[in-house]
C-alpha cells in the first residue's frame, strides 16, 4: 500500500500562485504514475496532471496546460504541483493519487489510481 500526504494548500488572490507537494511512502516501489486531481463543492473529481516516476512523462488537463506544472523528486519520493495564474474556478480540494501502472491509457481517469491522498484545499479569490 502507498500512503501519499499532501501539502502546500490555501488561500490566493486571482493570478496568483501556490506550490503543492505530495510525499509518498510506504510501498513506493508498486507507484508507476503519480496524478493531481481537483473537486469542487457539487462537481465530480477531476482531472489536473499527472507524472511517470521513470521518464518524467508528463500530462495536463486542457484546463490548466500553460499554467500548471507537475514535476517530482524521485530521490524523495516527492510530486509537486506549481500552480500559476491561478483562477477563482481553479478553487478545489486537491488530491494526489498513485497507480501502478505506467501506460497512458486513461491517466486521467480517476478510477485508475489505487492510492489517495487526504486531499487539501485551494481556495482563489477574484
Known amino acids: 500500500q502507498v500512503q501519499l500526504a499532501e501539502s502546500g494548500g490555501g488561500l490566493v488572490q486571482a493570478g496568483g500562485s501556490l506550490g503543492l507537494s505530495c510525499a509518498a511512502s510506504?510501498?513506493?516501489?508498486?507507484?508507476?504514475?503519480m496524478g493531481w486531481f481537483r473537486q469542487a463543492p457539487g462537481k465530480e473529481r477531476d482531472f489536473v496532471a499527472a507524472?511517470?516516476?521513470?521518464?518524467?512523462?508528463?500530462y495536463y488537463a486542457d484546463s490548466v496546460k500553460g499554467r500548471f506544472t507537475i514535476s517530482r523528486d524521485n530521490a524523495k519520493n516527492t510530486v509537486y504541483l506549481q500552480m500559476n495564474s491561478l483562477k477563482p474556478e481553479d478553487t478545489a480540494v486537491y488530491y494526489c493519487?498513485?497507480?501502478?501502472?505506467?501506460?497512458?491509457?486513461?491517466?486521467?481517469?480517476?478510477?485508475?489510481?489505487?492510492?489517495w491522498g487526504q486531499g487539501t484545499q485551494v481556495t482563489v479569490s477574484s
Open positions: 510506504g510501498r513506493t516501489f508498486s507507484s508507476s504514475v
Open positions: 493519487a498513485s497507480r501502478t501502472y505506467e501506460t497512458p491509457s486513461s491517466i486521467g481517469g480517476s478510477y485508475t489510481y489505487n492510492a
Open positions: 507524472i511517470t516516476w521513470s521518464s518524467g512523462s508528463t
